[in-house]
Each structure stands twice: as structure tokens, then as C-alpha cells.
């Protein structure tokens, strides 16, 4: 190079050659000792922050506002959410308040525990929320059902209600009170289940209170705040680990319960550790295909182990500066390692094959080293140079995630630098390799090796349709914002949650919104209802029963009528000759089919006949074991449905400022904040459900906050973050080499390559399908580097010269610039092969911008520079 700052860089690396190896041991025991430093202030000072709210600004508006309603709502925010679902509501009762009580003990791993239809209030005022015609059928239905609740209270044994079944299949002269085909039907599942060794119970909530006793379905939500540590890497460990068996104490003890765990906290938990197990088989895999490619790279077991050691330092060192200038990772700049890898290796691998060269050319070993330094030397330093000021255009980004990425893995770059030049030469002069011979490949290049010259006109129409197509196909490509849909789909978190999706009153997608006072909130509220997206909404209004004072009068009557009956049921099931009775029982059914009764159907009679009979015969010389779990299983849930009933029964007017603290601290913060929660209408798992959903909110309640609206702001914002990022980072690495070159054509031919491996990526991942997304758009500033170094390695290598006898493409610095880039590939494209689909796309994003980056570079530039007699 001929330009005056090209002269001064050359100068001092000749200089700096010679020191290097004037005191090769001092300087590897210096850089020794400060590695063993780095590593041991970094072992003690260096954090995790594992908060991903945190990774955005929290200037940003949907930061403002999430942060201002967990302030107001805290108990809300980063919950977990324990699904339980079982065959009867009154299982599902059980079973969710047995997991409310067990985690609300743990006061170590959670903060707060609740279940947001269940609790002493809802128990007691739970017939006062049903409309004005539900609670005249239901106390219709239950007066009707009056003598056989009365009957079975002073008989209560299966032998009680076999014998009022049997009156009533015996009545003729007039019509049941009751249907009696629910009550048979029920009966007959019973024996049936126990017939093929399967759990089950009669719910006779559903036989008698159609539903109405607050535990409407057979899936009730338990949501539990835990306390996190964002120190560890799994900051929610703890908490799950607890979670967890408490839900497999509870399973165990209630057959046919089941109960899944997912939430915020549970998803991104669970992601870590299908990240940690994808990752550490891939790391294997990559560590074997790494070790491959340098040896059929280098061929010299010397080479190789000193580009190691120097990786390995560099590591450290840039893990050490890490933890001075930022003092923590956080989730995503802890991927410095993988690009410091992925780019810190190249320089060692330029060095290693052009010291490599000139061995094999006969020069002594410390002339090799010092031609190695002064030749490559000035490439890998603006290499350094043009890579961090990538990484640098990150920090003014709203992305603080990915600025502190930047910040770490620029200064990393300047670390592999020096390194490179300081210990890599070093250990060369002790690791010297002797009669080096020039590597004999297999499959060699033939004419191929002229082809970028040779095809140089088409390459470059072509590259420029090429350019203009990707260009077109880059109008489809996406920013995938949902979270959920990187993680393991087979993960119990997510299948669950994406189950609660579809769900209008359970679904996590809600969004939130405050009002200062309770007028402004009931307006906000029947406005946000008008929404086609919105289901419905929910505020502290609607927790205060219309229509008491008649509903009252309704539920009176039917105390009056159930009097003091339902009492009887808090005792033990009274000992009787169980056998016996269903020996009876079968023989009333079978005098029943025989008088053509009309108080029940007759193919239920039959099935429950041949049941029974089938069932007698299985345990003919049984005791009375299986007939005692036959009245278990039929009658063991009616002491809760009847201890339900009478607990509803004994509501009472209330007014708003009757709610209970633990029920109005839901919606109703201290510094008076009305909460209005906002249910969807539609399926979210469909993304134009999603962004309809968030849309129509936001544009009606600007302040609203939920899940979705981070997702889709935070989409926005990282999008935002990068194209800012890029497009400073292009202008700036064009200034610069324009400024270190002095020459348009040098500077474009670094530039433009790199910019046509970036339109052939988007498009090719656009035909793939594969969308953009929290997880893979990490990989570009790792693409862009490779990229620039690439570019800049190839450019000066044509700029030097070649020999008469020597092509581009069987150079030296192109075997380097294969072999950095096939050595990146291996370390992540076998990510594409993990279960997280997150990493799995960033895998599959990686291994397709190396193999454009390296067509590029190796195909294209050499193209667009002219002949190789331009460069001689």
C-alpha cells in the first residue's frame, strides 16, 4: 500500500514483529498470568442478569407501561400458571385448591398464590353471580331433587341410593320429579371404569347443581408469583423445581388429576434448559467438526494447537473485559463467546496458513513468522477495525440487550487482535513446524481456479439480477414477534399455553389498562367491548351481583326447602352390605326391564344390567375391597358437592366496599387504580388474531399492556434496533476503508459482496420460511463480520499480487478465508438440529448467510476487480 496511512500501520507491524521475537517466552508468561487474572476477577465480579424485560429500554412506551401497572399490580407480574385439570369440577375444586395451599406455605420460593375463581367469597356468593333465569332453573331442579337428597341424608350408603332408584324405577302412577337417566348413566360409568382399572368419580355437581356452584368447567388456573434470582443463569430454578413436585404430591394422591405448569416464567425457564440440552449436544458435535476442519485446514498439529491457545486467551481476556465495562451478561450478550469464535478464529487461521506458505517456500521460521505479520497483519487490523465499528452501532440502540453484546464484542475484537499478533507469533517461534510440505488435496480446482476471471462478465450480470430478485422476495420477509413460537413445541409449557390460546376466559394473551377513577373505567370498559377483537371486558364493577335482593329471595327458598338436610353429609359413609345391595339393586333392574318401567330407558337399564352382572361375576370370591371402591367412587364426591351447596346458600347482600382484600387488591391498587382486564375474542395462536387483537386495543386505550403488546413492541423495537444499527454500521465501515484506502473501487469491492450475501440470505430464508426472529437475528452482526473480513482478506491479498503460476482461489488467504468460514459453520449449523426452534433457525440462518458470504467473497469480488493481471 502506498498510502500514507497503510505505510505507518506497515511500519509498526515490522516493528512490532521484531519484538515479538526478540522475547517470545516473556511475552506468553505475561499473557499467561494476565489470562489467569482475567479468569479469576471474572469467576467473582462478573453477574448474570437474566431479566429479559430488562434487555429493552425501559424508555420505551410499552415499557412505561407495563412498568407503571406492575407497580400498581404487582402480584400479576412474571406469574406462573399451573393448569389442573380433571374429569369433575369438584376434582378439579380439590385438586387446585390442594396446589394453592401446598405453594402458599413455600414462602421461600413464592411471593403469592391464588386462584382467581376460587376462594371463600366467590364460595359464598357464588349463586348471587348467576343470571336472574339460571338460578330459578337451578333452585327448580334442586326442590325437584329434594326427597332423594333428603332420602340419601338419612341413608347415606350405596345401599341408600340403590334403594330410591328403586322406588322410582317402581313408580307408575305418576312422573318423576328427577330425570333418573343422568343419575343411571353416571352409576354405570362408575362400574365400567372400575371394570378396566381406570380412576373415576360421579360428579354430582354435575347430577344436581348443573355447574352452578363456581366451579363452572373441569380446568381451574392456579397463578403463583415466584421470587426469582436473576443472578443464576436459571433464575427460576428454584421455584419450578418446587413447583413441580409439589404438582407430582398432588397427581400421585388424585388419580386422573392432571396438572401442567406454564406462564412467562415457566416458558423462558423451560427454553433455557431446551437451549442448555439442544446446545450441549450441538457443542459436541461442533467441537468434533471444528477440530476437523482446522486440521484438514493447517495439516500440523503444532498450527493447530497454537490457534487454540490463543482462542482460548482471547476468551478469557474478552470475558475479563466483559466484566469491566459492563460488569454482567445478560441473555443475549452472552453469545459474545460464540461470535468471538466465530470471528476471533479467523485471524488466527490467516496467520497460521501464510506462515504455513512461506515455510513451504523455504523462508527460515522467524522470517515466516515476520512476513506473516507484515502481510496479513495490516488485513486483520482493519478486519478488527471495521468488525467493531459493527458492533459498536448497537450501543445507541434501544436494545440494550444487544448494545451490551456490541460493546463486549468489540472490544473482543481488539483483544483477538492483539493476541494474534502478540502470542499467536510467539508460540510459532516455539512451535516452529519443519519440513513443511504444500498440501496435496484430492480434489483440486483445475480450471475452476480461473473461473471468477474467466466469467467475469456473467457473474456480474448476473449477480446484479440476482440482487434485484432478492431484493423483490425481501418485500416478504417477517419478523416472527411471538416468543412462543421459537420454543420446543413439544414442551409441556408451551403446548399448554398454546391450548389456553384458543380459549376466550383462560388465555395469558390479556391485556390490561388503568383508570383513575370508577366512572372512567365503567366508559373505558363498555368502549373497549364494542371491539370485534374483545370478548369481554372484567373491572371491579363487575364483581358486585346485579339483582341481589331477588336472586336472595330465590335462594331463601331453596334453604328453606334443603333445610338442614345437607348437614348429613360431613359424616362417614355408614357400613353397610355393599354386595348385597348391588345384588338387589341388578335384581330391580332386571323386574324393571321385565314390567316395561318407563321411568327410565331402556337401553340404559341393559347396559347397567350387564355391567353389574359383569361385574358380580369378576368378584365373586372378592371381600370387600372392590365393592367398598365402587362406593367410593360413586358417592365419595357428594359430601363436597353438598358442603358447596350449603356454603352458597348462605349468601348475603354485599356492595362493592364489602369485597375482601385479597379479591378488591386484584383490581384496585393502593394508590387507587382501577384495573380493566381485557379478554380476546378469537384463537391467538393465529398471528392476524394476535396483531388484530393488540391493534384495536392500543388504538383504544393507547396505555394498555399485556403480553402481547410487548411481544409485538419489543418485535418492533429490536427490528428498529437493527436496521439502525446496520445501516450505521455499512456507512461507517465505508467511510473508514474509503479513508484507510484512498480508493472508491477497493472500498466497494469490500462492501458490495457483502451487501449481495445479505440480499441472498433474507430472500433464500424467506423460500424457506424461515422468519426473522428474537433468536436468530442475533446471528447477523456475526454474518456482517465475516462478511467485512472476508472481503478485506481477499481485496488485499488481489491488491498485493499473485505469482505467475498462482490463482486467487488457490491462495493462501483464500484457503483461509474458506476454512474460517467452514470452521463457523461447523460450530453452529449443527444448531439447526436442535428442538428449540429458536436455535434451530438460527443454525439454519447461519449455515445459509457463510455459504452466500463465502460465494461472494470468493466468486464475486474476485469478479467485479477485474483480471488477475490488474493485480500483478
Not at 134 to 149: G, H, N, S, V
Not at 510 to 522: F, H, K, P, R
Not at 639 to 664: H, N, V
Request: with cysteine; glycine share 6%.
Amino acid at each position: 500500500m502506498s498510502t500514507l496511512s497503510s505505510s505507518i500501520i506497515d511500519r509498526f507491524l515490522c516493528w512490532w514483529g521484531s519484538q515479538v521475537l526478540r522475547f517470545p517466552w516473556l511475552l506468553i508468561l505475561f499473557t499467561v498470568l494476565l489470562s489467569a487474572a482475567s479468569l479469576y476477577y471474572t469467576a467473582h465480579n462478573l453477574g448474570v442478569n437474566t431479566n429479559t424485560a430488562e434487555m429493552l429500554s425501559p424508555d420505551l412506551p410499552f415499557q412505561k407501561n407495563r412498568l407503571r401497572i406492575e407497580a400498581e399490580f404487582p402480584q400479576d407480574a412474571g406469574v406462573i400458571i399451573l393448569v389442573v385439570d380433571a374429569p369433575t369440577p369438584e376434582e378439579t375444586s380439590q385438586a387446585a385448591n390442594l396446589v394453592a395451599e401446598q405453594l402458599s406455605v413455600q414462602t421461600d420460593s413464592f411471593s403469592s398464590v391464588y386462584i382467581p375463581t376460587e376462594n371463600d367469597f366467590f364460595r359464598q356468593q357464588a349463586l348471587l353471580f348467576l343470571d336472574q333465569n339460571e338460578l330459578e332453573d337451578l333452585a327448580e331442579k334442586l326442590t325437584d331433587a329434594q326427597p332423594f337428597i333428603g332420602y340419601l341424608s338419612q341413608h347415606y350408603h350405596l345401599k341408600g341410593l340403590f334403594d330410591i332408584i328403586s322406588q322410582a324405577l317402581k313408580k307408575s302412577d305418576q312422573s318423576l320429579p328427577m330425570d333418573l337417566n343422568p343419575l343411571l348413566l353416571a352409576i354405570n360409568d362408575a362400574i365400567s371404569h372400575q371394570l378396566n382399572a381406570q380412576p373415576f368419580h360421579v360428579s354430582w355437581q354435575n347430577l344436581l347443581a348443573a355447574d352452578k356452584l363456581n366451579t363452572e368447567t373441569n380446568r381451574t388456573i392456579v397463578i403463583a408469583r415466584p421470587k426469582m434470582n436473576f443472578d443464576e443463569i436459571m433464575p427460576a430454578e428454584h421455584t419450578l423445581t418446587a413447583a413441580r413436585k409439589t404438582v407430582n404430591l398432588v397427581m400421585h394422591d388424585k388419580p386422573g388429576v392432571r396438572i401442567r405448569i406454564t406462564g412467562e416464567t415457566a416458558l423462558e425457564h423451560e427454553e433455557l434448559e431446551s437451549v442448555s440440552k439442544g446446545a450441549a449436544i450441538a457443542g459436541i458435535a461442533s467441537l468434533i467438526l471444528v477440530c476437523t476442519s482446522l486440521w484438514i485446514g493447517l495439516r500440523s498439529f503444532k498450527l493447530l494447537l497454537a490457534t487454540f491457545i490463543v482462542l482460548i486467551m482471547g476468551l478469557i481476556l474478552t470475558a475479563g473485559f466483559a466484566t469491566i465495562s459492563i460488569g454482567h451478561l445478560n441473555l443475549i450478550s452472552i453469545a459474545f463467546a460464540v461470535l468471538y469464535i466465530g470471528l476471533g478464529v479467523d485471524y488466527a487461521i490467516h496467520i497460521c496458513l501464510h506462515y504455513r506458505e512461506c515455510r513451504v517456500q523455504g523462508m527460515g521460521n522467524k522470517d515466516a513468522i515476520s512476513d506473516s505479520i507484515h502481510t496479513v497483519g495490516f488485513s486483520i487490523f482493519l478486519c478488527a477495525i471495521t468488525t467493531s465499528m459493527g458492533f459498536l452501532a448497537f450501543i445507541p440502540t434501544d436494545y440494550s440487550g444487544v448494545s451490551e453484546l456490541g460493546i463486549i464484542s468489540a472490544g473482543g475484537m481488539f483483544i483477538g487482535l492483539l493476541i494474534s499478533l502478540t502470542v499467536l507469533p510467539a508460540l510459532l517461534t516455539i512451535f516452529s513446524i519443519n519440513n513443511v510440505k504444500p498440501i496435496r488435496s484430492t480434489f483440486t480446482l483445475g480450471s475452476f481456479a480461473t473461473f471468477p476471471f474467466r466469467h467475469s462478465t456473467g457473474i456480474r450480470v448476473f449477480s446484479i439480477i440476482f440482487a434485484l430478485l432478492s431484493g423483490m422476495l425481501l418485500t416478504q420477509l417477517v419478523f416472527d414477534s411471538n416468543p412462543i413460537n421459537l420454543r420446543d413445541p413439544n414442551s409441556e409449557s408451551v403446548s399448554t399455553i398454546k391450548e389456553l390460546l384458543k380459549s376466550q376466559t383462560d388465555s395469558p394473551f390479556t391485556l390490561s389498562v388503568l383508570a383513575s377513577n370508577l366512572e372512567n373505567a365503567t366508559k373505558l370498559a363498555q368502549k373497549l367491548e364494542q371491539l370485534p377483537s374483545v370478548h369481554n371486558t372484567i373491572f371491579l364493577s363487575d364483581l358486585e351481583a346485579k339483582n341481589q335482593d331477588e336472586k336472595l329471595e330465590i335462594i331463601e327458598e331453596l334453604d328453606l326447602v334443603l333445610g338442614n338436610q345437607l348437614n348429613n353429609f360431613d359424616n362417614e359413609l355408614t357400613e353397610t352390605n355393599t354386595k348385597k345391595a348391588l345384588l338387589v339393586f341388578n335384581s330391580n333392574i332386571i323386574e324393571a326391564l321385565k314390567n316395561e318401567t318407563t321411568n327410565a330407558p331402556r337401553a340404559t337399564l341393559e347396559l347397567l344390567h350387564k355391567n353389574i352382572t359383569q361385574f358380580l361375576n369378576s368378584h365373586i370370591e372378592a371381600d370387600n375391597e372392590p365393592y367398598n371402591t365402587l362406593e367410593e367412587s360413586i358417592l365419595g364426591l357428594l359430601p363436597y358437592t353438598m358442603q358447596r351447596l350449603r356454603t352458597s346458600l348462605a349468601a348475603t347482600p354485599y356492595q362493592l366496599t364489602d369485597l375482601p382484600d385479597y379479591i378488591r387488591s386484584h383490581w384496585l391498587s393502593p394508590n387507587g387504580l382501577y384495573k380493566i382486564l381485557i379478554t380476546p375474542e378469537k384463537d391467538q395462536n393465529k398471528v392476524e388474531n394476535l396483531k388484530q387483537f393488540v391493534a384495536e386495543v392500543q388504538a383504544a386505550a393507547p396505555s394498555s399492556s399485556g403480553l402481547p403488546v410487548a411481544d409485538q413492541a419489543s418485535g418492533t423495537a429490536v427490528v428498529k434496533a437493527f436496521t439502525q444499527a446496520f445501516t450505521g454500521a455499512i456507512f461507517a465501515i465505508f467511510l473508514l476503508l474509503f479513508f484507510i484506502l484512498r480508493e472508491l473501487k477497493g472500498t466497494l469491492l469490500v462492501i458490495g459482496p457483502l451487501l449481495l450475501a445479505g440480499l441472498l440470505t433474507g430472500a433464500t430464508n424467506v423460500l424457506l420460511n424461515n422468519s426473522f426472529n428474537f433468536a436468530n437475528i442475533i446471528a447477523l452482526p456475526l454474518l456482517m463480520g465475516m462478511g467485512v473480513d472476508s472481503g478485506i482478506h481477499i481485496m488485499q491479498r488481489l491488491k498485493s499480487g499473485l505469482s505467475c503460476n498462482e490463482e486467487i482461489l488457490q491462495s493462501s488467504t483464500a484457503r483461509g478465508v474458506f476454512f474460517s468460514s467452514l470452521t463457523t459453520m461447523c460450530s453452529f449449523s449443527s444448531l439447526a438440529f436442535t428442538s428449540h426452534v429458536g436455535t434451530a433457525s438460527m443454525g439454519l440462518l447461519l449455515a445459509v448467510g457463510i455459504f452466500f458470504t463465502l460465494v461472494c467473497t470468493l466468486i464475486v469480488l474476485p469478479a467485479f476487480y477485474g483480471n488477475k493481471s490488474n493485480s500483478i
